[in-house]
């Protein structure tokens, strides 16, 4: 998805209910970065605390796109409701129109 909706759209949306500039950017960045994380690093905190990133980011003309560990991954936890529909657990995962998860 572009940086127009992910990035601007959530700013709007969350300025339009109150929250300020500073954390209306915060929660923007955060919905981009869904579509920009391309290193598959972590922060250890002093802590002992740990941020594993995700890598989420993928090209849409690739062969892995369709595959069952791409929807695991990326489709499913950032993106899209599965379907929950066909005899095979993969074609439950599949996005449907107007589909009802129960």
């Known amino acids: 998805m572009q940086k127009d909706f992910h990035f601007y759209s959530i700013y709007v949306l969350c300025r339009c ?19 920009d994380a391309k290193y598959d ?24 796109v369709f595959s069952l560990d791409t929807q695991y991954k ?3 936890p950032f993106h899209f409701i599965p379907g929950n529909q066909g005899d ?9 129109q107007n589909n009802s998860i129960i």
């Open 17 to 35: 209910n109150g929250m300020s500039p500073e954390n209306s950017k915060k929660v923007a960045y955060a919905s981009q970065h869904t579509d």
């Open 41 to 64: 690093h972590a922060l250890n905190f002093e802590n002992g605390g740990r941020f594993q990133q995700f890598l989420s980011a993928h090209k849409f003309i690739h062969p892995d």
């Open 74 to 76: 990326i489709y499913v």
């Open 88 to 96: 095979r657990f993969q074609e439950h995962m599949v996005c449907r």
